[in-house]
T-cell receptor, first 112, second 115 residues
Framework: KNQVEQSPQSLIILEGKNCTLQ??????????LRWYKQDTGRGPVSLTI?????NTKSNGRYTATLDADTKQSSLHITASQLSDSASYIC???????????FGGGTRLMVKP | SAVISQKPSRDICQRGTSLTIQCQVD?????MFWYRQQPGQSLTLIAT?????????ESGFVIDKFPISRPNLTFSTLTVSNLSPEDSSIYLC????????????FGEGSRLTVL
């Protein structure tokens, strides 16, 4: 069964600090992995997509990594801002039925 | 990208009643997706709505409880029937972007509370 596990479930950091969110998956065959940011009361918005051949990709202060061998991805947030407070959801697509598997999300709170 | 409008944004309903959620997309799309997000949880796909045919439901979701309409390529409704407190969730409408990347675009969500 395809699964996506995210850790930690929740995280509190001080403004300006860095943090790293983890995503482990068992989805196979793998197509791609997306990180979404979901602000409170809003729908998720895509931050970045990782395909099989990509190891690292940056989008501003967000840097995603992918290790397809160990089936792990991380999302690193640099110099956090109050507006980074949100849920971050890892979503993996398989290459067979084109199905999506959603992680449980990490709820990040950035405090001043 | 796609802009998706959902309404209502939130509602409080009595047990045993029904709620219909509307989803409007600013462009024509083949498939529209309905998700449920229970408190503190991630998203679970309820069904895929295709224009001109019956919706395809995921395991654990049935048409009698979650009837869906898809009258055209830009609009869909999801009804949550015979409400119980366990139906209290956020319901999200979604469409897929370019097939090559498969990015999902979501509406703002409809927060349902059942008393």
């Amino acid at each position: 069964k395809n699964q996506v596990e995210q850790s930690p479930q929740s995280l509190i950091i001080l403004e300006g600090k860095n943090c790293t969110l983890q995503c482990n998956y068992t989805v196979s065959p793998f197509s791609n992995l997306r990180w979404y940011k979901q602000d409170t009361g809003r729908g998720p918005v895509s931050l970045t997509i990782m395909t099989f051949s990509e190891n690292t990709k940056s989008n501003g202060r967000y840097t995603a990594t992918l290790d397809a061998d160990t089936k792990q991805s991380s999302l690193h947030i640099t110099a956090s801002q109050l507006s980074d407070s949100a849920s971050y959801i890892c979503v993996v697509r398989d290459n067979a039925g084109n199905m999506l598997t959603f992680g449980g999300g990490t709820r990040l709170m950035v405090k001043p | 990208s796609a802009v998706i409008s959902q309404k209502p944004s939130r509602d409080i309903c009595q047990r045993g009643t029904s709620l219909t959620i509307q989803c409007q997309v600013d462009s024509q799309v083949t498939m529209m997706f309905w998700y449920r997000q229970q408190p503190g949880q991630s998203l679970t796909l309820i069904a895929t709505a295709n224009q001109g045919s019956e919706a395809t439901y995921e395991s654990g979701f049935v048409i009698d409880k979650f009837p869906i309409s898809r009258p055209n390529l830009t609009f869909s409704t999801l009804t949550v029937s015979n409400l119980s407190p366990e139906d209290s969730s956020i319901y999200l409408c979604s469409v897929e972007g370019q097939r090559r990347t498969g990015e999902l675009f979501f509406g703002e969500g409809s927060r349902l509370t059942v008393l």
